[in-house]
C-alpha cells in the first residue's frame, strides 16, 4: 500500500494508493497543497479516484472541489453533508474501492454530525473523531458531545486495538498513534463515563479557529476562498517589478498609464507621480470614459498588490491586453524609498 501524510498548519491529508493497480484516494485535501498531491501522485505514478473529505472542515480550506473540476472525479463525503459539490454520498457500511484497496466507511458524529472514519487495512484515518491525545471538538456548527460518546467508545475504539489512527489533525509532528495506545494514555478517553465525559466536552472552553467563516462558507458551498481568488487572477496577468516601473517613470517615455486603485483618501495621501485615481469599486463603471484607448499599456497599483491584481484580470478580461499588475503595492513602494506624491494629479 502506498501512503503519504501531508500536513498544512497542523491538518493532515493522506494519499494512499494500491501500489499493484496505482489507483488512489486522497483524503482531506487542504487547497494550498494542491500542487504537491499532483506532483506526489505523478511521482509515484498513481491516479486518483476519490476525494475525501472526512466531514465539513471548519478550520482548513477543503480542496475536493477545486482537486474534482481539474481531475473529473468525484468527491466523496457522508451522505449527512451539507456541501452541493458531493458527488458520492456515503453511509455507514460502505466501502470504496481502490484498486485492490478496501476504505470502510464508519459514520461516526459527534465532531460534526457528517463525521467519519475510514478503516482501511491496517489503519484507520480518523477525520476529526478521535486526534492522538484528544478528540474533536464538539462546539462548532453540527458538533454533538453525546454522539462524540457512541462513536468513540462503541465504535472506533472497539474496532482492533492495533490498528494505527491516522487524525485529521496532529499539530505535534507525530506520524500516528494506535487504538490501543489512545486507549492507554488519551487524557480525554480516561473518562468513560458519558454524562463525565460530555461535561468535559461542554467545558472545554476552546478559542474559535482562525478563518472559521470562510471555511464554512466555502466548504459547505463550494464556493471560492479569498486567497483562491487572489491566485486564479495572479494566474491569467503578468507583473511588472517596483523597479522596473520607477526605472520607467524616470526615463519620461509616458508609456505607461499608471492605474491607482484605491480609494481617493489613500490615492491624495500619496501616490505614485502621475498615477491615475480609478477606484476598484468604480472600475466598471468608469472605464470606457476613462480609459477608451484598449491598446494602452496600463499598470495597476493598490495598497498591497492584491485588488489591484483583482484589478488587472478585469481589465485583461475587459480587452486591455496590455494591462500588468505590480508586483506589491504603495506599502512596498513607500518603503522602498521611491517617490510619492500627494493631493490631486491634473
Ligand atoms: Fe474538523
Redo the contacts with the bound molecule.
Keep these: 500500500m502506498f501512503f503519504e501524510h501531508l500536513g498544512a498548519g497542523g491538518c493532515q491529508s493522506y494519499l494512499i494508493g494500491c501500489a499493484e493497480s496505482c489507483a488512489a484516494a486522497l483524503i482531506d485535501p487542504e487547497i494550498s497543497l494542491i500542487d504537491r498531491y499532483l506532483a506526489l501522485a505523478a511521482r509515484a505514478g498513481l491516479r486518483i479516484h476519490y476525494l475525501i473529505d472526512t466531514?465539513?472542515?471548519?478550520?482548513h480550506f477543503s480542496a475536493t472541489q477545486e482537486l474534482t473540476r481539474r481531475l473529473d472525479i468525484p468527491v466523496a463525503m457522508h451522505r449527512m453533508s451539507p456541501a452541493p459539490f458531493v458527488d458520492l454520498k456515503l453511509d455507514d457500511g460502505d466501502m470504496l474501492v481502490v484498486g485492490k484497496l478496501r476504505l470502510q466507511v464508519l459514520h461516526t458524529p459527534g465532531?460534526?454530525r457528517d463525521s467519519m472514519c475510514l478503516r482501511v487495512e491496517d489503519r484507520v484515518f480518523t477525520?476529526?473523531t478521535l486526534l492522538i491525545g484528544a478528540t474533536?471538538?464538539t462546539d462548532?456548527p453540527s458538533g454533538d458531545p453525546d454522539a462524540l460518546y457512541d462513536s468513540l467508545f462503541n465504535r472506533v475504539l472497539r474496532l482492533d486495538p492495533t490498528l494505527k489512527v491516522h487524525p485529521?489533525?496532529e499539530y505535534k509532528s507525530r506520524s500516528h498513534s494506535t487504538i490501543a495506545q489512545e486507549l492507554a494514555e488519551n487524557p480525554r478517553l480516561q473518562i468513560r463515563d458519558r454524562v463525565a465525559f460530555v461535561e468535559m466536552m461542554r467545558n472545554l472552553n476552546l478559542s474559535m479557529p482562525t478563518h472559521v467563516t470562510e471555511a464554512l462558507r466555502t466548504n459547505m458551498s463550494g464556493g471560492k476562498t479569498v486567497a483562491q481568488m487572489l491566485t486564479e487572477a495572479a494566474a491569467t496577468v503578468p507583473f511588472m517589478s517596483l523597479l522596473e516601473l520607477q526605472t520607467r517613470i524616470e526615463a519620461g517615455t509616458n508609456e505607461l498609464v499608471v492605474l491607482d486603485v484605491r480609494e481617493r483618501d489613500a490615492y491624495e495621501e500619496g501616490h505614485i507621480p502621475g498615477a491615475r485615481l480609478l477606484p476598484r469599486g468604480q472600475l466598471e463603471l468608469r472605464v470606457n470614459q476613462d480609459l477608451p484607448d484598449p491598446t494602452r499599456r496600463i499598470i495597476a497599483c493598490c495598497e498591497f498588490g492584491r485588488i489591484s491584481t483583482l484589478a488587472t484580470a478585469t481589465l485583461r478580461e475587459m480587452g486591455y491586453q496590455r494591462a500588468v499588475a505590480l508586483d506589491g503595492g504603495m506599502k512596498a513602494w513607500r518603503e522602498a524609498g521611491y517617490p510619492v506624491k500627494s493631493g490631486r494629479e491634473p
Design positions: 466531514h465539513t472542515h471548519a478550520d465532531h460534526t477525520g476529526d474533536g471538538r462548532l485529521a489533525h
